[in-house]
């Protein structure tokens, strides 16, 4: 075959000497706009994984890599004038001018032709090439020659950067934040050879303005640079090697990924690799990385299907369906990373301490967890816990393992959680006539036992008319109440957590079939009618509610005023009001299902000012030493809908009248609505709340392992975390986490003790 590689970066190159080295009789060219052995660019900076797979695919160059390379395990964080450090990370960095002279080398030693100092124009250049690899980089005049083709996603991203270089050393990678008096700055820094380190200034859009770096040419930026970062760089100067550019060379980093990464143009097959297909912010430096996995799946598929013609399609078929998977992760990981530096300033460094300041730091991409830090350094990790179970009020004793986060005490008001888990609101639909019964006893009483803090029942109704369906709970009379007595009486006394009560209406999700018998679907007999912010249906089959008046505000704000007060009387201990999920408060609050043009409709203040109401009698009538949580839809994941900044600013003003924590979860408001679920995908809402609006919040939603919670809870994404479907499965889910993570000093109910150590002795054995 005839390949021609656009572009001489890593992803060309090394695809050019993988194919030349696995067949030789290909023919190979690498076409370059520069000149032979000139490159422009700092250092680059890829993974030990990395590293290991090049070593596998051509030793040669991978040996040469290595003699060139940085390789070092330490991070350091200047920050708040603490200098903190840890180990185990695993980076590799070398100058990308060396590693491309690297790469260029191997591929004449192998017979890869290289052409320099031409730009090509496109792909129809080669009309002779079966296959062409359009690896020219972010601006590639190939994807851009077939964007109806390529399908280009491109976000633009706020934060500024400037990319620099020093003669100072570094032993670490290093960050260093300082304020000034319009922001935060931030370095990112790292050695790539004897001589060099790599030094990238990034803040926000307001502060580059604010310091009018906008109107700077380069020289009056690197002069603030080097003033600003001058205690980490010890008098050393900071250099550009972007001479050519003009203006002040400060970037916007460009997000990109494409719906379809390769095309047949008539003659030839055209496919993407390293930056013309996808792009990752420098945060988590996975650029070259990206680059240099691409060329190797390339010819990893093409050895499976063979080195012909005939065999392009399928080739290029499976290379992008298994790097679209590993590109995604990685893409996911960098714009968790990317996004943590753009917001670092308000919700970050002006909250946080120092000490879990790094901790947030280091698992910003949310790849790196509690445990796998103490994989890295335990040594690190062991104090940290030290420090928080302290500032949680805990006596660590020096010759004692310290508690990990998710089992340190948390206060509000009068009440204190032996442990942040929180078994979640999850509906029954068992009751009849609203009344707890054995099952819930059962049910309830077996996870109070299983070690949780706070054990929640699911939304209890304040009338009849606010159930989902007719097997929902409520607390609207005395025979109700009776139930929930008997319930708080057996948590109390078998148990060391607390019972929780959420109250809430369902509203336009009202009068509907027991779950099992069809989930939203209208009763077709016993249905009563249905109360909402305006007169729109859940489905378009369903019952249309009544727009509420002021009378049935007045009813329904003093039916939630009685169910506090008779929960108060039996002796709940945490009261939450249900404000989420498209039920009857929730409605106020979107404007997917509030369309008022009255004063309860329109800005967010008139959304929510019936909510508020309720809130505010509520709060009067439950007892002042107990709390009271605020569940919020974060995000209704459809267009028009709330979305997080919504969400912060109704937090506010429950925070204003009140609330003590803000359990953030999210969707279940339009029907047609489209989340993007994955693994704690909502903790991202729980983060923004704690941390810019300033109060406690409970984060929920594919919190699954001891692992999760401790990496939440330690980074200061949440002071709670909500287990659902984990505590159905199995009603002692915090006792057999624990004893996985190898803490014995949780107590067993004294009836089961009997059974903990051999449950620990069998962990032990299986290894786990």
Known sequence: MRIVCIGGGPAGLYFALLMKKNHPEHSLVVVERNKPYDTFGWGVVFSDATMAAMVEWDPESAAEIQDAFNHWDDIEILFKGTRQRTSGHGFVGIGRKKLLNILQRRCEALGVELVFETDATGDLDFPDADLIIASDGFNSKIRNAYQDVFLPDLAVRPNR?????????????????????????????????????????????????????????????????????????????????????????????????????????????????????????????????????DAIELTRQFNIHGHDKAAIPAVLHDYEEIRRVDVARIQNAARNAMEWFEVVGRRYADQLEPEQFMYSMLTRSQRISHENLRLRDAKWLEGYERWFA???????????????????????????????????????????????????????????????????????????????????????????????????????????????????????????????????????????????????????HGQVPKAMDRADMDR???????????????????????????????????PLTNQRNDEYGGSHENRARFPLEVFEAVRAAWPQDKPISVRLSCNDWFEGGNTPDDAAIFAQMFKDAGADVIDCSSGQVWKDEKPVYGRLFQTPFSDKIRNEVGIPTIAVGAISEADHANSIIAAGRADLCAVARPHLADPSWLLHETAKIGIKSVAWPKQYYSAKAQYENNLARAGK
């Not at 203006?247 to 460009?254: E, I, K, P, R, Y």
């Not at 009387?569 to 929730?586: R, T």
Request: aromatic residues 10%.
């Open 161 to 293: 950067y400037i990319w620099l270089g020093t003669n100072k050393l570094f032993d670490a990678f290093t960050f260093d934040f300082r304020k000034t008096d319009h922001g935060w700055f931030q370095a990112h820094i790292y050695k790539f050879d004897d001589t060099t380190s790599t030094c990238i200034v990034e803040t926000t859009e307001e502060a580059y303005l604010a310091h009018g770096l906008d109107k700077m040419e380069q020289q009056g930026s690197i002069d603030f640079c080097q003033d600003l970062f001058s205690e980490v760089l010890e008098g050393q100067p900071l250099m550009t090697n972007a001479r050519h550019m003009r203006g002040s060379a400060w970037l916007n980093f460009n997000r990109l990924i494409c719906g379809k990464w390769s095309h047949f143009n008539g003659n030839s097959h055209v496919v993407l690799m390293g930056d013309a297909a996808h792009t990752a912010h420098f945060a988590i430096g996975s650029g070259t990385k990206l680059a240099i996995e």
């Open 390 to 540: 302290a500032d949680a009020g805990l006596n660590v004793e020096p010759d004692k393992r310290s508690l990990p986060p998710m089992l340190t005490p948390f206060t509000v008001r009068g009440v204190t959680l032996q442990n942040r888990i929180v078994v979640s609101p999850m509906a029954m639909y068992s009751a009849a006539d609203g009344l707890i019964d054995d099952f819930h006893m059962v049910h309830l009483g077996s996870r109070a036992m299983g070690g949780a803090a706070l054990v929640f029942a699911e939304m209890t109704c304040v009338s009849p008319d606010g159930r989902i369906t007719p097997g929902c709970l409520g607390l609207w009379n005395e025979q109700q109440a009776v139930g929930w007595k008997r319930l708080a009486d057996f948590v109390h006394t078998n148990s060391g957590a607390k019972l929780g009560i959420q109250l809430g209406h369902a509203g336009r999700k009202g009068s509907t079939k027991l779950a099992w018998d069809g989930i939203d679907q209208p009763l077709e007999t016993g249905a009563w009618p249905l109360l909402s912010a305006s007169a729109l249906p859940y489905l378009p």
């Open 556 to 590: 329904v704000r003093d039916d939630h005023v009685a169910a506090a007060r008779r929960a108060a009387a039996v002796g709940v201990d945490w009261l939450e009001l249900h404000c989420a999920h498209g039920y009857l408060l929730s409605s106020f609050l979107s």
